[in-house]
């Protein structure tokens, strides 16, 4: 059974930055597409990132583009996703899930495994 196991989460003024790790408990991590998505109080559960198992192409959210960097070390079993420029409405439960050679799909429903998931506010 593969488990993610996301940290990193907190409260951070606006303009702030924060670093999200997971780490996969699997020992064929790098066939895994990883990606985060997002989900507010009352709103369905949004993509964020993803990056692939074959090259590492990476795919962003048009809100967070420019702002976060996702990042993958296979080594350590590991995805990150920093996150810059922080704004109140990233405001949400953050999911890291994990997708068995995947595209870097937007669909959640796309995905196999999904991580407890951290909390992030943004206070204004």
């Known amino acids: 059974q593969v488990q993610l196991v996301e940290s990193g989460g907190g409260l951070v003024q606006t303009g702030g930055s924060l670093r999200l790790s997971c780490v996969v408990s699997?020992?064929?991590?790098?066939?895994?597409?990883m990606a985060w998505f997002r989900q507010a109080p009352g709103k369905e559960r949004d993509f964020v990132a993803a990056?692939?198992?074959?090259?590492?192409?990476?795919y962003y959210a048009d809100s967070v583009k420019g702002r976060f960097i996702l990042a993958r070390d296979n080594g350590k079993n590991t995805v990150f996703l920093q996150m810059n420029s922080l704004r109140p409405e990233d405001t949400a439960v953050y999911y890291c899930?994990?997708?068995?050679?995947?595209?870097?799909?937007?669909?959640?429903?796309?995905?196999?495994?999904w991580g407890q998931g951290t909390q992030v506010t943004v206070s204004s």
């Open positions: 699997t020992r064929t991590f790098s066939s895994y597409t």
């Open positions: 990056i692939t198992w074959r090259g590492g192409a990476r």
């Open positions: 899930a994990a997708e068995a050679r995947g595209g870097g799909d937007v669909d959640a429903g796309s995905y196999d495994y």
